[in-house]
């Protein structure tokens, strides 16, 4: 695992999670590995990378199928995507099962070190049995919940996620803040505030409302 970790790291990628299958999960694999962005090192690793540099569509996902593609040829596994689908992987719910993942206050993925900000750029499926990360406490418990009040317009919270809503507030003037920082909720969550420069969030910003 040390020589995968430092792998992933040289490319700013991290576990973040993973899971034993079993057989109902079909996926041929002994371990499963929820790999994502290892905080605040991703961000200038991609920016530098051809992906970026070269100006083509979707630089995020094709840096993350190219890297995690050979990373997984190197540690004789196979690699899934959260993108490029229909079929779709159940991400969400693999998630849930590595024990560093919980569906948060307002229904987001609340991660153990990566708050709100979690995201998940692939699951590396490896032979045998590899050692997984500790299970964590969810940081929710005790929590004072910021994010249920930190909406501008209410568009999430313990009710669902009004899309239109939060669009709608995005194409006004009061939503530069969230265009340019980041969601409000996802910045509310004090776990993992300092893991994602603000230039990051507003790059998934603009993707998500374009």
């Not at 605040?40 to 094709?62: A, K």
């Not at 900000?117 to 699951?123: H, I, N």
């Not at 009040?149 to 669902?160: E, F, N, R």
Request: glycine share 12%.
């Amino acid at each position: 695992m040390s020589t995968l970790d430092e792998a992933l790291a040289a490319n700013g990628l991290a576990v973040l999670g993973g899971f034993y299958p079993n057989h109902d999960d079909q996926l041929d694999a002994g371990t499963v590995l929820l790999i994502g962005p290892d905080g605040g090192n991703f961000w200038p690793i991609l920016t530098q990378s051809n992906e970026w540099t070269g100006g083509t569509d979707d630089p995020v996902d094709r840096y993350s199928a190219r890297v995690l593609s050979d990373i997984a040829k190197l540690n004789n596994g196979r690699v899934l995507f959260p993108f490029g689908g229909p079929p779709y992987h159940p991400f969400y719910s693999w998630a849930l099962r590595s024990g560093l993942a919980w569906a948060s206050p307002v229904a987001l993925l609340v991660h153990a070190t990566q708050g709100l900000f979690v995201s998940y750029r692939g699951a590396l499926l490896l032979p045998g049995r590899a050692a997984l990360p500790e299970a964590a406490p969810c940081p929710c418990d005790g929590c004072s919940q910021p994010c249920l009040t930190a909406c501008p317009v209410g568009a999430l919270g313990d009710a669902g996620y009004d899309v239109p809503l939060c669009h709608d507030y995005l194409n006004s003037a009061g939503g530069r803040r969230c265009m340019d920082n980041g969601c409000q909720v996802r910045g509310a969550c004090p776990v993992g505030q300092n893991l994602r420069p603000d230039t990051q969030s507003a790059y998934h910003m603009q993707r998500f409302h374009k």
